[in-house]
């Protein structure tokens, strides 16, 4: 059986769910305060508020929300817990019912019984005491014929008497039970308030901080999705402007250091193979290099589409061309990018300059060679396909 206050908990529960998957692409995070701080609650509405402006940038707004929901994961551990602890109440809530009804059941039956033995006792002194038959004690031992008689009718009123003295005391002792089966049941009933107090605080503790913590993640969540809007936005207009830039001078004959386009497929820069495919230092390089002069043209090395055209993350400013069938080519390191994402270029149309950007140690072209996501060496593809290398 679910109580009221358990149902509201598992709800609660949902929510963070909810709010923690509708974010997951904006925030990865620390450790929370206990539960329903009000402290460490005004300190994160404050920084929240604070972020876009104090801050003013994308990783601190990032940074914010990831502690926010290293708050919600501890949280919800804690209301999980609670939840826990609410079940093993209601099982107590059930034990100690049946126990006080059992114990209610003995105190009115050792209630009854002493009432019942108080009366047999009360009316076998008055049979015994105030009869004036056969059973009245004067008569029984006045009518005694010789002493034989009388000690015998002596002995009989002692074991009347000797066993109403055992009914009252067998009274006494139900009495005295009832007395501890009430005590019993008052008790339990007090425990039983205490379980169901000691429950309702947690659950609204666990109610306020969750709610709490809810909000100011998707108060975070704004704020990180407004930014990476402004910051693609941003990215967008400075590769538009380069792309006309380039334009303009591919037009004045400005590029120069122009690979020739040759079929389906060129060379993607001009200059000699300076590191090639396959380990080095330590790890596996996934292309080779061109030693191409810094600012010299990067061409498609076929057509396709624009997959990528941005910083990403080692390979610096780079692009990634989509070829179709699981083929793709990759170009890092460059200084300027002249393409953006979901633009369809040809084959040697010029889609970046040389650079050294991201994880380089010097002015080159990296260029890869992609099958379903797998680099393969780019030396010999190139070669089968009629490239002088």
Do not use: C
């Not at 308030?193 to 704004?222: I, K, P, S, W, Y």
């Not at 290099?289 to 910083?311: C, E, H, N, Q, Y």
């Not at 070829?323 to 890092?332: F, K």
């Amino acid at each position: 059986m679910t109580s009221p206050r358990r149902a509201a908990l598992r709800s609660l529960l949902g929510g963070a769910v909810v709010a923690l998957a509708v974010t997951a692409g904006s925030v990865p995070v620390a450790a929370a305060p206990l539960p329903g701080s009000a402290g460490s609650l005004g300190g994160a509405t404050s920084a929240v508020a604070t972020a876009p402006g104090a801050a003013g940038s994308l990783g601190a707004a990032r940074a914010e929300a990831t502690r926010l929901r290293a708050e919600i994961d501890a949280l919800a551990a804690r209301a999980r817990e609670a939840a826990d602890a609410a079940d093993r109440d209601e099982q107590r809530y059930a034990e100690l019912t049946v126990r006080a009804a059992d114990a209610r059941r003995v105190y009115e039956d050792a209630r009854r019984r002493a009432d019942d033995l108080g009366q047999i006792g009360t009316d076998r002194v008055r049979a015994l005491y105030m009869s004036g038959g056969e059973l009245g004690a004067v008569n029984t031992l006045l009518r005694a014929q010789g002493l034989g008689e009388l000690a015998s009718r002596q002995e009989n009123v002692t074991v009347i008497v000797a066993d109403d003295t055992e009914h009252t005391a067998a009274a006494t002792v139900a009495a005295t039970a009832a007395e501890a089966a009430k005590a019993e049941v008052d008790a339990l009933v007090a425990q039983q308030a205490e379980a169901a107090a000691a429950a309702g605080r947690t659950v609204a503790a666990m109610a306020t901080a969750l709610r709490a913590r809810r909000d100011l993640l998707q108060q975070a969540d704004a704020t990180v999705q407004a930014l990476v809007a402004e910051e693609s936005a941003r990215a967008a207009a400075v590769a538009q402007a380069g792309a006309a830039a380039a334009r303009s001078r591919t037009a004045a004959g400005g590029l120069t250091d122009l690979p020739p386009v040759s079929g389906d497929w060129t060379r993607p820069a001009v200059g000699p193979i300076s590191s090639g495919f396959g380990p080095r230092w330590g790890t596996v390089h996934e292309g080779i290099d061109f030693a191409a002069r810094p600012g010299s043209v990067i061409r498609a090395a076929s057509s396709g589409t624009v997959v990528l055209a941005r910083w990403y993350g080692g390979y610096g400013n780079a692009v990634e061309l989509d070829h179709g069938a699981g083929l793709h080519t990759r170009y890092g390191h460059a200084s300027e990018l002249l393409v953006t994402a979901g633009e369809y270029v040809t084959v040697g149309q010029p889609i970046a300059l040389v650079g050294s950007t991201g994880d380089s140690t010097g002015p080159h072209l990296h260029f890869e060679v992609r099958v379903n996501g797998t680099a393969i060496d780019p030396a010999p593809f190139l070669t089968a396909r009629g490239i002088a290398l």
